[in-house]
């Protein structure tokens, strides 16, 4: 009999004791929307503690923003476990909870019905292709004003780097020799680069969705959404070249298999 998948492996396990073990650990907890959920972010928390047929969660956040969650609200639930994403489905019972994190601390939290049932889950709408292998393609990053990208500035210097992954929705670019903090959670940027082999040259306006630092390469490595802007359809016809070329990659990668 082959070996078990870590999915698998997960899926036989007693759901009790799976939750309770990822509230011993603290483990993060991203609470999905469900209406619009790739232009909202997820909101983040930590699982604390499990009482009956309820989860207290540290009062999830998103930097910068109200996470617009309220009580009533089904919402879908991730957290990782063995290096397996996993899901499920939840209800916010209450939003105004305080739970005992020491004996000198009680902190705010939420109350989530408990799951019946836990699945390996994925939170991209697409899976991002690898274009790193296909040649080193240079981007550029300029932060631009949320309520008007047309205003940004010509002279402030642009973050110079390299895209790692691209999808329908977003890319990932390593920025060497920048720190994270120089880059702003959920601020817009418009981000330029060619695709190699054309002279179809892309600039979309993008959302800084994650940021993480890589110090094997001396670098950053974000995560951007892209924006439709200045209009859904412009945006639609503007990544044409962009969609082509990733499904020519998947192509490939196909036959190559």
Known sequence: ???????????????????????????VIELHRRENHDLIPAARGRMM??????????????????????????VDAFFSCSGVILQFETEILSTDEM??????????????SAPKRVTPGQR??????????????GA?????????????????PAFVGTVVDASPLGFG???????????KM????????SIPGTMDRITTLTELRQ?????????????????????????????????RWLNEIQRRSRRVA
């Open 1 to 27: 009999m082959p070996p078990q998948s870590k999915a698998e492996q997960l899926d036989t396990q007693d759901l009790a004791t799976l939750i309770n073990e990822a509230c011993a650990r603290n483990t």
């Open 49 to 74: 503690v499990v009482r009956q047929d309820t989860i207290f969660v540290a009062e999830p956040q998103i930097i910068g923003r109200d996470n617009r969650l309220h009580v009533g609200q089904r």
């Open 173 to 183: 670019i390593n920025i060497p020799n920048v720190a994270p903090t120089r880059l």
């Open 140 to 156: 550029t990053l300029r932060h631009v004003p949320r309520i008007d990208p047309i205003q940004c500035s010509i002279v402030t």
């Open 186 to 193: 959920y601020e817009n940027y418009f981000l330029t680069f």
């Open 99 to 112: 739970v005992r994190l020491n004996n000198q601390k009680r902190v705010r939290a939420y109350m989530l």
């Open 211 to 243: 940021s993480r630092e890589i110090p094997e390469i001396n670098a950053t490595r974000v995560g951007l959404m892209m924006v439709p802007w200045p209009s859904r359809r412009e945006h639609t016809l503007s990544i044409q070249p962009l969609l």
């Open 124 to 137: 991209r709408g697409f899976f991002r292709t690898l274009v790193l292998s296909e040649a080193n393609i």
